[in-house]
């Protein structure tokens, strides 16, 4: 059973231009969440996705924006890069907890995408 | 605010030794989640553990544990008889109970265990 896969796991850019990232969730998720871990950081978070729209933002520019497709797999959006987005994206993918016994907060990452802005 | 402070950034120790991960949160909620995620090399964020608010006993899971004491806002984790496997960053994180993907993390641990 597969668990998250992100792609590419690498990625330079130059500053200014725009990148796109990918995440497939866990089989059986459909919620999918994107951090922003900076080198020798905690992640933090961007983005949460499910039933096709945003759902919850953390404290990110407009630069940033995701989208989620009908099959749960995710994009993450940024345009404008800037030296500072270099880090190493995360994507967290859960069950959705739906109100009855046995609430499933497992939250599943994958091994991100490492993105370096020059 | 919701915050979470790993006070210790980096520790190192000899195999077969205790250590000890300090936590400790805030939050205004009643009710939270709080999480331990291992980080190997590789990346990925490796789920340790999950604790309700409601729920205060300590857990023990093999070498592992963890202390939780609500009155001190703090989640200790122990790791008991160190192996040089278990050298990884160490993030504690909290999350507000209820249908949301923001999980808050503290700053994180890198645990160096020494043969």
């Known amino acids: 059973d597969a668990g998250v896969t992100q792609s590419p796991t690498h990625l330079i850019k130059t500053r200014g231009q725009q990148v796109t990232l990918r995440c497939s969730p866990k089989s059986g998720h459909d919620t999918v969440s994107w951090y922003q871990q900076a080198l020798g950081q905690g992640p933090q978070f961007i983005f949460q996705y499910y039933e096709e729209e945003e759902r919850q933002r953390g404290n990110f520019p407009d630069r940033f924006s995701g989208h989620q497709f009908p099959n749960y797999s995710s994009e993450l959006n940024v345009n404008a890069l800037l030296l500072g987005d270099s880090a190493l994206y995360l994507c967290a993918s859960r069950r959705r907890y739906r109100g009855t016994g046995g609430a499933d907060y497992g939250y599943t990452f994958g091994s991100g995408t490492r993105l370096t802005v020059v | 605010a919701q915050k979470v402070t790993q006070a210790q950034t980096e520790i190192s120790v000899v195999e077969k030794e205790d250590v000890t991960l300090d936590c400790v949160y805030e939050t205004r909620d009643t009710t939270y989640y709080l999480f331990w995620y291992k980080q190997p090399p590789s990346g990925e964020l490796v789920f340790l553990i999950r604790?309700?608010?409601?729920?205060?006993q300590n857990e023990i899971s093999g070498r592992y544990s963890w202390n939780f004491q609500k009155s001190t806002s703090s989640f200790n984790f122990t790791i008991t008889a160190s192996q040089v496997v278990d050298s990884a960053v160490y993030f504690c994180?909290?999350?507000?109970?209820?249908?949301?993907?923001?999980?808050?993390f503290g700053q994180g641990t890198t645990l160096q265990v020494k043969p």
């Open positions: 604790r309700n608010s409601f729920d205060e």
């Open positions: 994180a909290l999350s507000p109970l209820g249908n949301t993907g923001k999980l808050i």
